[in-house]
């Protein structure tokens, strides 16, 4: 039934008049909201609620205020994102987290997300004190936030753009099992450790 399926919030990075990171003729926000409608498509078990349909722009305060509203509160909030570096060679994924909850929550997603790329590791948000990824940690759920890969590496690009829905497959069977194995265990006491 609808009503037993948990929600999880699926966050398209950048959107609109924000591009993201760009190389050539290649968006990050295109590329982010493909696969958050690809995620989306291949959950079966959750109810995804994606904090952009469209190419819109939305500011970090107004994705907090969109998971701050859902009811019920979401078991996890995944932000998709790509990567960019100055440097060509530069390649990978990577995944990042706020606290205790989003490191379990990467883990998990880790474990069914392996594409034939670069692995940059699990990573603490190390910039908290600057906002800068205050989709982490500016609410109180399980919060990850996967770079896929480096829109700037032309192989990393060339696999990801063949890949669209297998990308998605895998990020979404990382957070149905998240969603079943840890949604509702470990909640007590732990609103901030996100």
């Not at 034939?116 to 500016?138: H, M, T, V, Y």
Request: glycine share 10%; with cysteine.
């Amino acid at each position: 039934m609808m009503a037993n399926k948990p929600f999880v919030v699926l966050d398209a990075g950048h959107g609109g008049r924000d591009p993201g990171a760009v190389s050539g003729n290649w968006l990050e926000k295109d590329i982010t909201l493909r696969l958050v409608h690809g995620v989306k498509d291949f959950s079966p078990t959750v109810l995804p609620i994606l904090t952009r349909l469209t190419d819109v722009y939305l500011s970090l305060p107004s994705r907090i205020a969109i998971i701050k509203k859902i009811h019920p509160p979401p078991s996890c909030v995944l932000s998709i994102h790509l990567n960019w570096s100055g440097k060509s060679s530069a390649n990978g994924y990577e995944f990042i987290y706020g606290g205790e909850r989003g490191r379990i929550l990467c883990q998990v997603l880790n474990q069914y997300f392996n594409p034939p790329l670069n692995f940059r590791g699990i990573k603490l948000d190390l910039e908290a004190s600057k906002k800068k990824l205050a989709i982490l940690r500016q609410h109180p759920y399980p919060a990850a936030l996967v770079e896929a890969g480096f829109i700037s590496n032309k192989g990393d690009m060339k696999y990801i753009l063949g890949n669209l829905d297998e990308i998605a497959k895998m990020l979404a069977r990382g957070i149905e099992k998240y969603a079943k194995e840890y949604v509702g265990k470990n909640e007590a006491g732990s609103r901030n450790t996100g």
